[in-house]
């Protein structure tokens, strides 16, 4: 049963004004891709600069590939609740985009939608959502029913209207309208989301590398492209005069492309896409805004994908519809520098091609990782996970078995949709 639409305000922040919110979302990088993170492969000096002025939280754990992780950033909810396909959102899902507008917020969004199932998907075309159906007032977006390119020449849909932008670079496009939308909204509350085309291969020469050769290369050329963009929207945000009143959150969606290989901390990472593992897990977030973040700090605090919701709704002064299941909890406090209620645990529930992918649920925390079939790992010690850590073996290992199965058990135990076309 659908809920039915629905906004409390709440007294949380006294009487502070709601937050305008930035959430800026790479495609296909994970944290050994960034400066701030240890990685020397590549330059990322504005996300950089936005992780020493901000906070930067360690553990953050996307879904393994892209459309499940944009299902559960939107909504809240483990996949278990509400996937159906991939590149598809349900038409019933209630969103943050919903959830804002309706508090009184301008929403736009801007980047790679892949939620409504484009053309190329044949028979399953069409049997997402569309963004203006999502909560977005204004949208300016490529692959939403048709696909096209999404570099040089895209094909972007904005405003309910698909058009081929000829000789220009789709992120700057995407950025252009990014940085308008902060600068109309400066004096009312506003959401932007900008779920990134960069740096999703196929990998290409940028407008400023145009000799990038190798793929790694372009892959390089195109994460510097990816950097200048974020610093384009939080210049918008300071030269709009709303820096004090924004909240700026940067992550991405999932691990970095499996052909890319990337050097932190002395050694090399290989990307790990779609695999349950760190590799492709493990994703950059840095929170950003002078006059909300209580900035230079770095926290150990576990982050799930389905926090972001309800970190947004508190920064907005609103919550969920009464009935409505949120399995994330807010860490806007953390980011004030407050205690907060940091998760114990991260669930993930991954199943991101019905039919042909064979479902993975795990729980994680800071250290070790229990998959639902009971192979514990040591994820510090053993990032790929070669050695099963056997019962017994200590007793802290067995009380976090303990705790980590009773973090499983208490999700659902089969998801609540299925793809009938699966």
Request: proline share 7%.
């Amino acid at each position: 049963m659908v809920c039915v639409l629905a906004v409390v305000a709440t007294a949380s922040f006294g009487q502070q004004r709601p937050l305008n919110v930035v959430l800026i979302m790479t495609d296909d990088v994970g944290v050994e891709a960034f400066g701030c993170y240890g990685g020397t492969s590549y330059e990322t000096p504005r996300i950089d600069a936005l992780a020493k002025e901000g906070v930067r939280f360690r553990h953050c754990y996307s879904q393994p590939l892209c459309t499940p992780s944009r299902v559960k950033i939107m909504s809240g909810q483990s996949n278990l609740r509400n996937y159906v396909r991939f590149s598809v959102l349900a038409p019933d899902q209630i969103t943050f985009g919903h959830l804002l507008q309706r508090a009184g917020y301008r929403t736009a969004v801007v980047g790679k939608w892949q939620l409504y199932a484009a053309e190329h998907y044949g028979k399953l075309a069409g049997t997402g959502v569309l963004p203006e159906k999502a909560g977005f007032h204004e949208h300016c977006l490529w692959q939403v029913d048709k696909l096209g390119p999404r570099y040089p020449d895209p094909l972007i849909r904005e405003g309910g209207e698909n058009s081929k932008r000829e000789g220009r670079y789709g992120p700057d496009v995407f950025t252009e309208r990014a940085c308008a939308f902060v600068k109309r909204n400066a004096e009312r509350p506003f959401l932007l989301y900008f779920p990134m085309a960069l740096v999703h291969n196929p990998f290409k020469p940028t407008p400023d590398r145009p000799d990038a050769k190798t793929r790694q290369g372009k892959f390089a050329a195109m994460m510097a492209y990816m950097d200048q963009c974020v610093g384009r929207i939080v210049d918008a945000v300071k030269e709009a005069g709303v820096a004090d009143r924004t909240l700026v959150l940067f992550t991405s969606d999932n691990g970095t492309n499996k052909n890319i290989v990337s050097r932190m901390g002395g050694r090399e990472v290989k990307g790990g896409k779609g695999l349950p593992n760190d590799r492709g897990t493990h994703v950059p977030l840095v929170a950003w805004g002078p006059g909300v973040v209580k900035g230079g700090r770095v926290l150990d605090d576990l982050i799930d994908f389905s926090d972001f919701m309800p970190t947004l709704l508190e920064a907005a002064h609103a919550k969920a519809p009464e009935g409505y299941v949120l399995d994330g909890r807010s860490f806007l406090p953390q980011v004030r520098g407050e205690k907060g209620s940091p998760r114990e645990s991260v669930f993930v529930w991954s199943n991101p091609r019905p039919g042909k992918t064979q479902p993975v649920r795990f729980a994680r925390d800071q250290r070790f990782k229990l998959y639902g079939d009971g192979r514990l790992f040591d994820v510090t010690a053993d990032p790929e996970e070669h050695t099963v850590i056997p019962a017994g073996a200590s007793a802290e290992a067995d009380l976090v078995r303990e705790r980590l199965r009773a973090a499983i058990d208490r999700m659902p135990k089969r998801p609540a949709r299925t793809d009938p076309d699966s």
